[in-house]
């Protein structure tokens, strides 16, 4: 699922678990204003109050460290930029 979620994860097969926590953390990242009925639609899914708070938290951390980067012009080095990006076999092969 998780080649789905980069391309569109609106279409990606995921639970309604993932999904709920997708649009909260997009919720924070947006700064919509939370309201009652985000809680609500977490807790329909097995997150409590503090869940929500984590998801939170890194989706508040990781938009604004992603906009700092994007105002200082970040690139990311060779390194980082092909994490996850080449199979396997072929980083065994470097090491």
Not at 1 to 28: C, I, T
Request: hydrophobic share 45%.
């Amino acid at each position: 699922a998780s080649p789905q979620v980069v391309v569109n994860w609106k279409l990606a097969d995921l639970s309604g678990r993932d999904l709920a926590m997708l649009e909260f953390a997009l919720a924070v990242c947006r700064a919509d204003n939370i309201t009652e009925e985000h809680f609500q639609k977490l807790e329909a899914h097995g997150f409590d109050r503090e869940d929500a708070w984590d998801i939170a938290m890194i989706s508040a951390f990781f938009a604004m460290s992603n906009r700092i980067a994007h105002f200082v012009d970040l690139r990311p080095n060779n390194e980082f930029y092909n994490m996850g990006r080449t199979p396997h076999e072929a980083r065994r092969d470097r090491t």
